[in-house]
């Protein structure tokens, strides 16, 4: 679990359950702010249930991601925690993907 820097210009973060996942996710906001020039993958494969305050500072990540015009994607949603963000009307403001395999392709493919 934790996050990485999966390449040059995209961290992985692989969350653990409430409450890690809080602490990795404002680890995350500390280093795209800090590097300000990266895609963030975050990976939920471990996670079974989020918090409204995990997804503030999801929230609060993607703001950071939108405002340097760089991406946030989510992968490896369990169907009870993609509900939360369903019943919420944020599954419209994030994007989704199947896996972080997917997720890393994806970025990489539109990567300079």
């Known amino acids: 679990m934790g996050v990485q820097q999966w390449s040059d210009n995209i961290i992985l973060l692989n969350l653990a359950q409430e ?21 963030v993958v975050v990976d939920f ?9 995990s997804i503030a500072k999801l929230l609060k990540l993607r703001k950071v991601l ?5 991406r946030l994607v989510l992968s490896s949603q ?3 925690v993609y509900k939360v963000f ?11 993907v199947e896996d972080q395999f997917l997720a890393l392709a994806g970025l990489q493919m539109v990567s300079p």
Do not use: N, W
Request: include cysteine; hydrophobic fraction near 35%.
């Open 19 to 39: 409450p890690q996942l809080g602490e990795e996710l404002q680890a995350a906001i500390a280093m795209a702010t800090d590097k300000g020039d990266c895609d």
């Open 66 to 70: 939108v405002d340097c015009e760089h």
């Open 86 to 96: 369903t019943l919420t009307g944020l599954d419209s403001v994030f994007e989704f």
């Open 45 to 53: 494969a471990e996670v079974d249930i989020i918090t409204s305050s």
């Open 78 to 80: 369990k169907p009870r």
